[in-house]
């Protein structure tokens, strides 16, 4: 990692589910912390390996140095995370086929269910390839 200054916001612990890296967005299964899957839902960001069963420290808050996965990030671009933890370009959102864009700041959109597709992560404080670490403001 290049001479990066973050600044951690609000952290809590939990025992980790698997050996795992540094850099990586985290989440909670079965009680304890392991890497997030794709799209899904971070609890916050390791700052250290750990080993399995060992106390981890998840930062949810913050500017938190963050890897970046397959594609590379763009500065300012919303992250997600991909299969392994890792910070990748949030999707974005096209119309469907046989759908009708709506450019009316007057339309009242309707979602269904309780969970969108996608979970933004964070943003990206700068351009970045596959492999780097760079920060990330997660939101």
């Known amino acids: 990692m290049n001479s990066l ?28 912390a392991v ?9 916050g960001v390791s700052l250290e390996d750990f080993n399995e069963d060992s106390a981890c420290t998840i930062y949810k808050a913050g ?5 970046i996965g ?19 370009l949030a999707s974005t959102l096209t119309t469907a086929s046989g759908g009708t864009t709506v450019t009316s700041d007057a339309a009242t959109p309707t979602l269904e269910g309780s969970i969108l597709p996608e979970r933004i992560l964070g943003v990206a404080d700068a351009t970045a390839s596959e492999g780097d670490i760079i920060l990330i403001d997660l939101k």
């Open 63 to 67: 500017i938190m140095p963050v890897e």
């Open 5 to 32: 200054t973050y600044q951690a916001g609000q952290s809590f612990t939990k025992p980790a589910g698997a050996n795992q890296e540094k850099y990586r967005f985290l989440k909670i299964s079965s009680g304890k």
């Open 35 to 43: 890497l997030c899957g794709a799209g899904e839902f971070s609890r």
């Open 70 to 88: 397959a594609g590379g990030v763009t500065e300012g671009a919303p992250v997600v995370s991909d299969a392994n933890g890792k910070a990748v």
